[in-house]
């Protein structure tokens, strides 16, 4: 199989035989590790503010050599777990809708598959989808493909990728006026689908991590970050807000575990607030490119923090 992608002719011999996709998702963990490499697919199928596929490079030095199992507690796009594709994980987030769709891939891919091809790039259209969700009883009757399918669409379609609701929970994102935006990667979508397999996923809060967490399993955070600028507060993907309260729970939970003899590792904004939450840990020091911002001459490398335990 080619090394560098797949392609349409390869989708039917990819889709056909339960051990070619289980040789093609170890070959590319290889690759991943040995070659410091994003590898085609499988990759996050929704684009995230924050997302960290691009910091990937930066981030593999800090990573442990081995754990037990992994748990991400704010999975979003998934770029890491997908770079590391561990055999045992628990993928948590509260965003009903997220965990919605990543559940939705695991067990009925062909029927958001095919859904999601039914879908339109034009503007009017869009807004008829994003509006759904304005009318909770009839947005409940959704099934569950159907609300993966605008998920996803909306994702792809939207201004800059971004996820953001209202204080009432509902998607607000304008039209993003893209040429032609992939909103059915119906190759990855089924790499996805296979790396998903032996996945539990969890609907629930970061400290759900807890209930899991055992020595030497690896946990990585990726919450919203704290703001660097009364601008870049882009912490709204869900109905609720993420504050300074919340980033002291966030730490008392990467505090707690700590001391079980777990592998920690954090993401967050380079702000004194959080250096001075974390100053008992190792601190290390990050490059990410600013995208979004309604101010193009705003946009380029600023500082990150990636903080980990001892391990």
Not at 130 to 148: F, G, I, M, Q
Request: glycine content about 4%; proline content about 4%; some cysteine.
């Amino acid at each position: 199989m080619n090394e560098k992608s797949l392609s349409q002719k390869s989708l039917q011999n990819f889709l056909g035989k339960d051990d070619k996709k289980i040789q093609y998702l170890d070959v590319k963990k290889k690759q991943n590790r040995r070659k410091k490499t994003i590898v085609d697919v499988p990759k996050p199928f929704l684009k995230w503010a924050g997302g960290k596929r691009q910091l990937i490079s930066q981030i593999d030095e800090y990573l442990p050599n081995d754990f037990n199992k992994y748990i991400e507690p704010f999975i979003g796009g998934g770029a890491l777990f997908f770079y590391i594709l561990p055999k045992k994980a628990i993928l948590i987030d509260i965003n009903k809708e997220l965990i919605n769709a990543y559940n939705t891939i695991k067990n009925n891919v062909p029927e958001l598959v095919k859904s999601l091809k039914n879908h339109k790039n034009e503007k009017d259209y869009y807004y008829e989808v994003r509006s759904k969700d304005r009318n909770p009883e009839e947005y409940n009757k959704l099934t569950d493909v159907d609300k993966a399918s605008r998920t996803i669409y909306l994702n792809r379609c939207c201004f800059n990728g971004l996820y953001r609701v209202n204080s009432k929970g509902q998607f607000n994102v304008p039209f993003g006026k893209y040429t032609n935006p992939k909103f059915c990667d119906e190759i990855n979508l089924y790499a996805v689908y296979k790396a998903l397999k032996n996945v539990l996923l969890i609907n629930d809060s970061f400290e759900k991590c807890l209930d899991f967490a055992e020595k030497d399993d690896f946990i990585y955070f990726d919450p919203p970050y704290v703001p660097i600028s009364s601008s870049a507060n882009f912490t709204s993907y869900t109905k609720g807000s993420f504050g300074k309260e919340d980033q002291i729970r966030l730490f008392n939970v990467f505090k707690n575990l700590d001391e079980q003899g777990c592998k920690v590792m954090l993401s967050n904004s380079y702000s004194d607030f959080i250096l001075d939450l974390y100053k008992d840990y190792q601190i290390n020091v990050l490059y990410a490119k600013r995208a979004i911002n309604s101010d193009g001459s705003k946009r380029g490398k600023i500082k990150e923090v990636l903080i980990t335990n001892s391990f």
